[in-house]
């Protein structure tokens, strides 16, 4: 059996990975459009690098009547750990070597200002009260908060009443490091086949049952066989998905969604002084994507501090590819479903346009307002971001991930963005599960599987205290994690 995968992203190499870890007989092919794995929104720059798994991101803990629900936090985080039990995997067997060399220990910090006080009180007792968040801490002392986040408070006048929430264990990911380390153990060490500059522009299915895909490579027409496709293209996959001609194409279109950051260089003393990512409150009509945050990230060894993210609106799949590619995605039956969303969702289009012309000086402004100074402290250069594309399902629109497979379980594809790359593991290992569940059927696999994910089942995650720390304790040892104090 073959298996053709779209996008060597993070999302695409780390299926490959797994179904070659679990079934070494599977024929395994990557289409990657760009030259190389993990160079779309993947790479470093084209994400915050947050390791998501709800410490500090309000829109995962949402408010409803003043109740704050913490459902979907538990969920991440269970999700968080099982993607940490596989790169945990890939160091213990030598597939990467250094686990610093993509994820760092960086505090996960949650900062409101008076007006949201009691919110984050609340969700502190909600989520301390649960074992995922046991070490997590909450202040309104300015001195403790300034020790935690110093770049966030050295300015700020003493005055200004604020509360903060810190989890010493978070993590920054480099995602891009992560995937082409993958790339590399599964083409060398597990025989995938990546082939880079093969842009796919049509999918279709052939009488006896099998997959075409319809690619051009390096400026030559090229055409491919798969009994199993799994489209992870990013904001590519909306195109792919209504040219298939499955009956559940016309329930989803696509709702693009850009952004820039704030970066400067920062030196490795300065970094140590404030080793955070700290999470504000959105505002009013932004999207989730759009909590802005101040983040400490390190890319092949140098420090850096992001903030943002400054959304935007632009009609295009992804960061390099044009408005047509956007427009010719479209069908008819998605204008209603697009006229909604507008009306529907005003202030959120009326948010996105008037941020996609906002200027450098708004931008450092928005900077001072959240840590008051620092503009003038560091050399700040606006630098763009990767580009999202929502899922809009049945004329609403939605956030976060969204997994389809087909009824015949030949073809999967994954719509929608954050928590995503932080996930990825977790995410693939269902859809592995849901697309190719003969992979299992062996007791090797079954073994291969226990040796991948020690516990992967996110109810017994959440609901076992005990089997929980043993997993995350012995997870956190091979990433280099350390709990303080511990």
């Known amino acids: 059996m073959n298996l053709i ?15 070659k870890e679990m079934d070494p007989d599977l024929e395994i092919t990557i289409l990657e459009r760009l030259d190389g794995p993990g160079a779309g929104n993947s790479s470093a720059f084209w994400n915050a690098g947050t390791g998501h798994e709800a410490n500090c991101e309000l829109n995962y803990t949402p408010v409803d009547e003043e109740v704050i629900s913490v459902e979907k936090a538990l969920k991440i985080h269970a999700q968080f750990n099982v993607a940490k039990q596989f790169w945990a995997h890939l160091i213990e067997t030598g597939a990467i070597k250094d686990p610093k060399t993509f994820i760092n220990q960086t505090k996960h910090c949650t900062i409101v200002s008076e007006s949201a006080i009691e919110e984050l009180r609340i969700r502190f007792r909600e989520m301390s009260a649960h ?7 909450y202040s309104e002392d300015f001195d403790e908060i300034k020790s935690w986040i110093p770049y966030v408070m050295e300015e700020r006048p003493r005055s200004q009443k604020m509360a903060a929430t810190v989890v010493e264990t978070g993590t920054d990911v480099n995602f891009g490091a992560l995937t082409e380390q993958m790339a590399a153990h599964a083409v060398n060490d597990l025989g995938v086949r990546i082939e880079y500059g093969t842009h796919v522009k049509r999918v279709h299915k052939s009488p006896t049952g099998r997959w075409i895909v319809e690619a051009v ?6 055409q491919h066989k798969a009994d199993v496709l799994f489209v992870g293209a990013g904001g590519g996959a909306f195109p792919l998905l209504k040219k298939s001609h499955l009956p559940f194409r016309n329930r989803f279109a696509g709702f693009p969604v850009g952004g820039r950051f704030l970066q400067t260089p920062i030196s490795e003393e300065q970094a140590g002084q404030y080793r955070a990512k700290t999470y504000g409150k959105a505002k009013v009509g932004a999207p989730p994507m759009s909590v802005p945050h101040l ?7 140098k420090h850096y501090l992001l903030f943002g993210p400054f959304a935007s609106f632009k009609p295009r799949l992804e960061r390099d590819r044009g408005f047509f590619d956007y427009v010719s995605s479209i069908r008819l039956h998605d204008i209603p479903s697009l006229l909604n969303v507008a009306m529907e969702h005003f202030p959120l289009v009326k948010y996105l346009v008037s941020e996609t012309f906002k200027g450098e000086k708004s931008m450092l402004d928005e900077l001072d ?3 008051p100074g620092l503009s003038k402290k560091f050399d700040w250069k606006p630098v763009q971001a990767g580009q999202r594309v929502q899922i809009i ?3 609403d629109l939605q956030m976060g991930t969204e997994i389809l497979v087909s009824r015949d379980k030949t073809y999967g594809t994954l719509l929608g963005a954050s928590p995503g790359a932080s996930v990825s593991p977790e995410v693939m290992l269902r859809c592995l599960e849901h697309l190719l569940p003969s992979v299992f059927s062996s007791e090797a ?8 994910f020690p516990e992967d089942d996110l109810n017994t995650l959440t609901n076992q205290p005990e089997r929980y720390r043993e997993i995350r304790d012995a997870v956190n040892n091979q990433l280099g994690i350390n709990q303080p104090g511990a």
Do not use: Q, W
């Open 369 to 371: 307002d959240f840590a």
């Open 131 to 137: 074992h995922f968040f046991e070490h997590m801490r």
């Open 295 to 301: 983040d400490l990230r390190v890319v092949n060894g």
């Open 445 to 452: 696999a079954r073994k291969k599987k226990k040796e991948i």
């Open 5 to 19: 995968i779209i996008g060597a992203g993070i999302m695409g190499t780390t299926l490959a990975t797994l179904a």
């Open 217 to 222: 490579s390096k400026g030559t027409p090229v």
């Open 393 to 395: 399902k049945d004329g």
